[in-house]
């Protein structure tokens, strides 16, 4: 009785989850975690180069679905992205950094391949910038100082992305991913005025690591 009972719960969940699965069905997601951005080359100032170190920030936002077939969806998000980087100099008793902060509006979209419950994604996305700060430290004598970026940041940023999730099922039409999405950008960061203040500059582009968490509804 146990064992039939057990075969019939089965079939009746396989066959819930095959109905989140139907082609040309709709369904939405929220997602938020943590970001590690990277500002693509060396900063210099003053003829010193600082070397590259991550920043960690969070993004959050919500998606739209539509599932072509049983594998493959098309999606479109809107997030909040806190982006930037650090560069920074570790010297004896003197240590220099710069912290940039770069908030965005975020619009990915892309399609999903979910064989099974894994999830593999590519896209791209466009940003739209709120808000643009350096804060600098020079050294102890100096202190800090923050200034405003916003004239000098490029206030739309674009690029492409690729990530990888795993699916953990908790009703016919609820799902849960972990996941890991990255972005490349492909506008510099920085506007021409800001950049031609800088010696050697090279276009600066944002490379995002977005590990989260998705909460996925259907309709």
Known sequence: MIKIASVVLLILCLDVSAQFYDAGTW???FAAGGVVSFLSHQYTFNSEELDIKAKINF?????????ITKDISLFGGVYLLRAGGNYGKER?????????SMNYIQIPAGIQ???DRWLFEAGGYVSYMLNSRVSIHRDEMMGNTSINLFNDTNPIDAGV???VGYSFQLDYDAMITAGLRYYQGLVDVFAPDFARLENNYKSTFHQVYFIYLQAIYGF
């Open 59 to 67: 993004s959050a936002g919500g998606n739209l679905h539509y599932r």
């Open 92 to 100: 004896f008793n003197a240590p220099s950094f710069r912290h940039f």
């Open 113 to 115: 391949f979910q064989p």
């Open 27 to 29: 369904y939405y997601s």
């Open 161 to 163: 992305l690729a990530g």
